[in-house]
């Protein structure tokens, strides 16, 4: 199947499932927001499970990412500011779908020690009764996180600190394998910690990352004010050019925004309910709430900051300035050289907590296929060489590498929640039920008819 209709069929489905779940739900990422907010404040029920803050922020790590930033600047330099809106309409309308997956791997996920695993692989097996089809979305799943994203992850921050070192000089020729070798190394200590050490370290991280980040480009915006009434314009006029529209097939303005939203907020993708399902909830719903927040704070507060940042500088892209380049030059050109410091440190910790993040999602699935401590030990050292790989490859394999194996993931995933939807709005119209009658709301699926969730049918969080 050629880009052009692998990439249609894809943004097709992905843009359907939003609009669809946006209906059904009733605009449930509008009408419950407010809700969303207030059950993070909500604290976990055991010692040692993960909390519904910390399950959003495992999420979020592997959400925000380098794609956040060199994401949305390639995503610009090859489609134009009006890539930017169609970023936009995927997560809002994405949000839904969203809800969807991480409600229903809420509702299948099971116990691991005296924590939860979950997520689309579960909830295809149990639900849909296709163990082969959750085999299929799981080794889509590991490879498209350890080995396309984590690659990815490592590229940029590579790319990022090319700055520092001269063409052609000895320290160019050795930067990636230095800068691969420490990322493995710190990607090493943290995953043979455990999940729960993977929450604890990004519920602090990517809150105060993400928030002097988005302070740099508040600055940055209100510097530049005159120019945000043209940068708004240029969004949506080149958003509905014909010409940017339909030029270039998948390279077109539309496809360039998609393919970089759905990287950097993964909406829809199946890769999010990986870390909703390790929440420990009194209700599936609640976490299904939460975790529309993560795509909320990644593409419209994150993605956000950057594109605007760069837009309002004026500086322009090229064939030699994308990606990490680009913001690098963009932000040095306001707030100096200090600014191309900065950046490359938040591409590191950027690339860090997704790092993590990504490989929280891989060991569920991998324990999905089989749960052996040999195959896991095995695992973890490929997944760790993957960091290292990855930064030593060129920009458009890792690239092409890291969207060929989401696209692969998200439709698998799509056609699932597409045939369990249904159960997750039933999960939905219980929890509203219970909420106007003044309760917080428990979770008994006997009474709602639905089968399979084994973990709160033996009366586990009621």
Known sequence: MNEFLYTYILVALLVAAGLYFTVRTRG?????????????????????????????????????????????????????????????LLAVIGSASAFVESTLAQIYKERDGEQFRGGPAYYI??????????????????CCFAYGFNALQAFNVSSALEYYAAEGSALAQWLPVITGGVLAALTALVIFGGVHRIGAITS??????????????????????????????????????????????????VMYGVKRGLFSNEAGMGSAPN??????????????????????????????????????????SGAQLTGMPYVQQAVSSQVGEWGIHFITLSTFLFAFSSLIGNYCYTEGNLKFIKDSRALL??????????????????????????????????????????????????????????????????????????????????????
């Open 125 to 142: 097996q149990k639900a849909m009764k296709k163990r082969w089809l959750g085999v299929v979305f799981a080794l889509f799943l590991i």
């Open 204 to 253: 602090g991280l990517v809150p105060v990352m993400a928030l002097v980040y988005i302070g740099l480009g508040v600055f940055i915006t209100v510097k530049n004010a005159s120019a945000i009434p043209g940068v708004f314009e240029a969004i949506f006029r080149e958003a509905f050019d014909f010409r940017a529209i339909t030029g270039g097939f998948a390279g077109s303005v």
């Open 377 to 462: 030990m095995v695992f973890r050292l490929s997944a760790v060489a993957a960091v290292f790989i990855g930064a030593q490859l060129e920009f458009s394999v890792v690239w092409d590498l890291a969207d060929v194996l989401m696209g692969l993931m998200a439709l698998v995933n799509l056609i699932a929640i597409f045939c369990l939807g249904g159960i997750a709005l039933r999960a939905l119209r219980d929890y509203t039920r219970q909420k106007r009658e003044g309760r917080d709301p428990r979770f008994v699926p006997e009474q709602l008819g639905i089968s399979g969730a084994e973990c709160w049918e033996k009366g586990e969080k009621r």
């Open 28 to 88: 449930v990422q509008f009408r419950l927001f407010p809700e969303a907010l207030r059950i993070l404040t909500e604290k976990k029920r055991g010692e040692k499970g993960v909390s519904s803050f910390q399950a959003l922020m495992i999420s979020t790590a592997s959400r925000v990412g380098t794609g956040n930033i060199a994401g949305v600047a390639t995503a610009i330099a090859a489609g134009g500011a009006g890539a930017v809106f169609w970023m936009w």
């Open 275 to 316: 870390a909703a399902a390790t929440a420990d909830v009194s209700h599936p719903v609640k976490q299904g709430l939460v975790q529309m927040l993560s795509v909320f704070i990644d593409t419209i507060v994150i993605c956000s900051t950057t594109a605007i940042m760069l837009l309002v500088t004026g500086v322009q």
